[in-house]
């Protein structure tokens, strides 16, 4: 008499997360990724942030310049990685990666997830490495204002991860991911992020993609608080924060727009 043997099946979830380690390995040790995702963020923060003369001048009761300066390179860093990732994403799907994806018993649902996972590992990386610069260096900031500025760090990817899909599927595959990351360096100089602008500059910055973000994750401290500076003097102005969340939502709207017009191009094309 004969036993029959059964082979274990393999769960659903085990090859997901095998992709997703793989997927997040590749990500974070790309060398372009990892110098500008997460080295250059670091080392703006401790070179406007941490070795400088005001570094700990009082930023209301909730911490000091050290600490606005860290949160803002925090934001900017998070939606720099997850446009990184989500532009290489949306060029992988226009080389047919996808359709190759759909074949796998996970499916395109599969892929979707772990991509977004990447995307958010990719954001929350650099926001960790820039905040555990900040705690061993000149940052003064209370409990509420760690928590809230890493979950609002995170919070300002959303245009910028729907900013990197669109990206992907208009520019050609071989200078997506560079032209789509290099606009969100220039969305921080124009947005406040990199450093404080003053009128005209200050009120064009607002309509920028990255003003919201950068504000939005600085809020714990600032509480709205903007510093300006003109004639060698600093000036306090007072911002709305209907004013950053507007300014997230609309570039959000704009830039899943963009995407749904990127996706129907590339439709028409095939």
């Known amino acids: 008499m004969t036993t029959a043997t059964t082979t274990p099946r393999l769960r659903p979830a085990r090859p997901a997360l095998s992709y997703l380690a793989i997927d997040v390995r590749r990500t974070v040790l790309n060398p372009a990724n990892l110098f500008f995702v997460v080295l250059f963020p670091l080392a703006m923060y401790l070179l406007f942030g941490a070795i400088q003369s005001y570094a700990d001048t009082d930023v ?72 555990v610069a900040g705690a061993f260096t000149a940052v003064r900031l209370d409990a509420q204002g760690w928590v809230l500025g890493l979950l609002l760090s995170l919070l300002g990817t959303v245009p910028f991860a729907l900013w990197g899909l669109a990206m992907g599927s208009l520019l050609p595959p071989q200078s997506a991911v560079g032209i789509a990351t290099s606009l969100v360096t220039l969305f921080g100089f124009l947005g406040n992020a990199f450093m404080p602008l003053s009128g005209t500059l200050l009120a064009v910055g607002r309509l920028t993609p990255m003003y919201g973000a950068s504000a939005l994750a600085r809020w714990p401290l600032t509480q709205g608080t903007t510093y300006t500076y003109s004639g060698g003097d600093t000036h306090a102005t007072q911002e709305h924060l209907w004013v950053v969340v507007a300014n997230l939502v609309v570039w959000t709207l704009v830039f899943a727009a963009l995407l749904v017009a990127a996706r129907r191009r590339s439709t028409r094309r095939a």
Not at 94 to 115: D, E, H, I, N, P
């Open 60 to 131: 209301n009761e909730h911490g000091n310049v050290a600490a606005s300066v860290m949160l803002a390179m925090a934001s900017y860093s998070a939606c720099l990685g997850s446009t990184s990732s989500t532009s290489a994403t949306a060029v992988e799907l226009s080389g047919g990666w996808g359709r190759q994806m759909a074949l796998t018993r996970s499916g395109l649902r599969g892929y979707w997830g772990v991509k977004l996972a990447t995307a958010s590992f990719n954001a929350l990386i650099p926001i960790a490495v820039v905040m």
